[in-house]
């Protein structure tokens, strides 16, 4: 595939799209953990996976969901930020330049990082020459970008256009800049093994068959029935005196130490197989305009080489998704080109070709008249954004800070 092949295709076809396979890296039917999420009613239900009924192929079959679209999007950012790193091709980003401030394990965060891209609130509350981000020139481009002419997040970060963004804190009450997803991802496991289970009010819920359990003895021996004070301040001690402010009894468990009772819970899974569904789609691509009809074919192709790029990135980098869940592909499924009739043809293609496709898409995209922000946009953070980090990291520190959970 070539560039002037590519350009076609966004102006003729439907999508580009791929089915790829995947196993647990530790063969087939070993077990793996998706995500958990938040239990639903009262009295803190326990934390669970989430399962739906799809129809894959001819069958209709219990499947989890082991890596939603948004968590893609980010693993997508992710391969094409460590090819920015290795300095292989240009992408145009911002940065907030964090060094220097005091911020333990701080140092750069890019709008590929961050959670609503270029547009931000990390970018918002940083200085361009002196001037609040948005508040400067190419802020306010940027501010005003729409589908009729998205020049402006083409040239400084073109991922917002592909993966998504909307500029929620802009003008009109959130009615700023808006822009859909040009690529789609996701990993589900299908044919999972399920446990139906009757909640007596009318429902049943689905819950994985698998378990997961946990304990944790205490070398030291400590037992739950040794008196412990903690206080306000997040020291302890065994006196209440000792332990100063606003002291409270608690277990030792409480403070890290004694043996945690074993405990199992309705975790993890097995499947026939995994799935990483891929769709690059050209009448999204189609819906975005760079003022004229040469730069809209430039601009709409060199997005698709983007996509393609962090889809064979992703590939070549694994998915090693979270703790007991790395994935391995399962043989190599053929990218297939999907005409608008709904027949497809399949296409092959590899990393360095599409890198090569990529470059050859960004130097037409310049020849047709983008003025592309080739190195970094580096951006200062405000003096108040820096504090609330700092008071932020202090608060965790002392132990005083909110507790996030993962999941």
């Known amino acids: 595939m070539n560039a002037?092949?590519?350009?076609?295709?966004v102006a003729e076809d439907a999508a580009l799209r791929r089915r790829q396979r995947l196993q647990p890296v530790g063969g087939k039917g070993d077990k793996i953990f998706p995500p958990t999420y938040p239990g639903e009613g009262r009295n803190n239900p326990p934390p669970r996976h989430v399962f739906e009924r799809r129809r894959l192929g001819d069958k209709e079959i219990w499947c989890v969901l082991v890596d939603s679209v948004q968590s893609q999007a980010n693993r997508l950012e992710e391969s094409l930020l460590g090819i920015i790193r290795e300095k292989s091709v240009c992408i145009p980003h911002v940065v907030v330049d964090f060094s220097g401030k005091g911020l333990d394990g701080?140092?750069?965060?890019?709008?590929?990082?961050?959670?609503?891209r270029v547009y931000d609130a990390?970018?918002?509350d940083s200085l361009l020459d002196g001037q609040p981000f948005m508040k400067s020139t190419l802020g306010e481009r940027l501010a005003k970008a729409s589908n009729a002419d998205a020049s402006a997040l083409l040239e400084i970060s073109p991922t917002a256009l592909l993966f998504g963004s909307w500029y929620s804190t802009g003008g009109g009450g959130g009615l700023g800049a808006k822009f859909a997803r040009c690529l789609v991802a996701e990993i589900v496991a299908a044919d999972v093994p399920v446990d139906l289970i009757d909640q007596r009010n009318g429902e049943v819920e689905s819950r994985t068959a698998g378990r997961r359990t946990g304990s944790r003895i205490d070398p030291?021996?400590?037992?739950s029935k040794v008196e412990v004070y903690k206080g306000d301040n997040g020291e302890w001690d065994v006196t209440e005196a000792g332990a100063g402010p606003k002291a409270k009894r608690v277990r030792p468990s409480e403070i890290n130490h004694g043996n945690i009772a074993p405990s199992v819970q309705p975790l993890g899974i097995t499947c026939d197989y995994l799935e990483h569904m891929f769709v690059l789609s050209f009448a999204a691509l189609r819906r975005l305009r760079f003022g004229s009809?040469?730069?809209d074919a430039a601009g709409r192709a060199l997005l698709a080489a983007l996509g393609l790029m962090a889809m064979a990135e992703q590939d070549a980098q694994g998915y090693a998704l979270r703790s007991?869940?790395?994935?391995v592909c399962d043989g190599k499924a053929p990218l297939e080109l999907v005409h608008s009739d709904g027949t497809s043809?399949?296409?092959s293609i590899d990393v360095a070709e599409v890198r090569n496709l990529y470059r050859a898409t960004f130097t037409a995209a310049k020849d047709s008249g983008f003025k592309f922000q080739e190195a970094p946009l580096s951006l200062t953070p405000q003096n108040k954004l820096v504090e609330i980090v700092r008071q932020s990291q202090n608060l965790a520190l002392t132990g005083k800070g909110e507790g996030t959970e993962e999941v």
Do not use: Q, Y
């Open 345 to 347: 043809a399949n296409i």
């Open 106 to 116: 701080i140092s750069t965060i890019t709008s590929l990082e961050a959670p609503h």
């Open 122 to 124: 990390i970018f918002r």
């Open 4 to 9: 002037a092949a590519l350009t076609k295709m």
């Open 293 to 295: 009809r040469e730069k």
């Open 324 to 327: 007991r869940c790395d994935l």
């Open 220 to 223: 030291l021996g400590v037992l």
